[in-house]
Structure formats: structure tokens, C-alpha cells
């Protein structure tokens, strides 16, 4: 099982919808990141997110940390054929030295 | 700046043969971390280094050893390969911890065992 649970694990919407992903988990993270992975190429990060209830926005995407620091959303708006990617979310422990990665969630965004 | 070099891109490998994926980084970072990617999955975490010297095991170590005698190189070395080893690779380095210093990751090394 994984310490990171990401869903949808696929998501298929029409260029202009909006769309959320999910990534939660039952432990806490002092920190945790979103990554975009396009085929081919090593993840991006996208944003890192550190104090519960913190939300960051970037362009049309939104980023939210839970205020337990369990769990984090990421919501784009009026989606666009760019944003076709692997979305990606990674928890570090206790401000440790590595990151734990969730399974994904693959979005395809349709002209 | 080059960034996080891999080398090679593809491979295929026999069971049983050896090799080394190379990875290389020219930003000076302290902190160097080796992941696998199986298809339409995330990233596990095999290996990483806080600094030359210092090695240390992830989430999925087995069949696999690293070493880190200089700051820019960090080989993954695959002993007796094995078709459960056939994965992407991913090679990233990072200036220190990751909640203040991003991740970057090289291109990927794509292995096939058969």
C-alpha cells in the first residue's frame, strides 16, 4: 500500500473544465510537494507546501495543504492541453532527507 | 550548466548480467537520490546521499548498491539483474532538504530485463 494515496488515477476532461487531484494520507508530513511529469522527461516541481491550511496558487492551478498535514489537493481552472501531464504529490517526513511519492494521477486534457 | 545527467538512456540487460547507471549533476548539490518508476507509477525511492561518503538506503534497495567518492557522481550499480529490476530510472540532486531546496531530476535511464 502506499503511504500516499493520489486519485483519481485518471482524469480525462475537455480543454476549459476545471479538475481537482487528490493526495492523502493517514500519516503527517512537515512538508509536502506536487510535481508534473510529461512522457519522457523527469518530474517538475510545480510548488512545495509547508504550513497546514496553506494554499498557493500559481497561475490556474491552486495548491492546498490540509490543516492536518495529512493530505493536499491541487485544483486547475479552466484546464488547458498544456496541463497534460502525470501530476505527482511527495510527503517528506519530519523534515527529513527524502520524499515519498504518490502513485500519480494522469491527466489528459482534450482540445 | 548541464544540470542532472544520465547515462545511458536505454538499456537491455540478460538475468543474471550486470551494470552501472551513471549520474551526474554540475550544480554542486549535497544531497543525490536514485528512484525507480514502473509503468503508470509513481516514484519509489532506492537510494540517496547527503554528501560524499555518506550513503544511504531507501524504500527499495534490494539488487542494487551506490557509492558516492565525489560530490557530482552518484552510480547505481544493478548486480545480478532481474526482469522485476525493469523500470525507468531516475537520477535527482538537491542543494540540501527538500522542503526548502527543490529536486532536480535527469531524464531517465529506461532498463528492460529479459
Known amino acids: 500500500t502506499q503511504l500516499l494515496e493520489q486519485s483519481p488515477q485518471f482524469l480525462s476532461i475537455q480543454e476549459g473544465e476545471n479538475l481537482t487531484v487528490y493526495c492523502n494520507s493517514s500519516s503527517v508530513f512537515s512538508s509536502l510537494q506536487w510535481y508534473r511529469q510529461e512522457p519522457g522527461e523527469g518530474p517538475v516541481l510545480l510548488v512545495t507546501?509547508?504550513?497546514?491550511?496553506e494554499v498557493k496558487k500559481l497561475k490556474r492551478l491552486t495548491f492546498q495543504f490540509g490543516d492536518a498535514r495529512k493530505d493536499s489537493s491541487l485544483h486547475i481552472t479552466a484546464a488547458q492541453p498544456g496541463d497534460t501531464g502525470l501530476y505527482l504529490c511527495?510527503?517528506?517526513?519530519?523534515?527529513?532527507?527524502?520524499?515519498?511519492f504518490g502513485g500519480g494521477t494522469r491527466v489528459l486534457v482534450k482540445p | 550548466n548541464a544540470g542532472v545527467t544520465q547515462t545511458p538512456k536505454f538499456r537491455i540487460l540478460k538475468i543474471g548480467q550486470s551494470m552501472t547507471l551513471q549520474c551526474t549533476q554540475d550544480?554542486?548539490?549535497?544531497?543525490m537520490y536514485w528512484y525507480r518508476q514502473d509503468p503508470g507509477m509513481g516514484l519509489k525511492l532506492i537510494y540517496y546521499?547527503?554528501?560524499?561518503?555518506?550513503?544511504d538506503k531507501g524504500e527499495v534497495p534490494n539488487g542494487y548498491n551506490v557509492s558516492r567518492s565525489t560530490t557530482e557522481d552518484f552510480p547505481l550499480r544493478l548486480e545480478l539483474a532481474a526482469p522485476s529490476q525493469t523500470s525507468v530510472y531516475f537520477c535527482?540532486?538537491?542543494?540540501?532538504?527538500?522542503?526548502?531546496?527543490?529536486?532536480?531530476f535527469g531524464p531517465g535511464t529506461r532498463l528492460t530485463v529479459t
Open positions: 507546501v509547508v504550513t497546514g491550511g
Open positions: 535527482a540532486s538537491s542543494y540540501s532538504y527538500p522542503r526548502d531546496y527543490e529536486q532536480y
Open positions: 550544480m554542486n548539490h549535497n544531497y
Open positions: 511527495a510527503g517528506e517526513k519530519a523534515a527529513g532527507n527524502k520524499l515519498t
Open positions: 546521499s547527503v554528501g560524499a561518503g555518506i550513503t
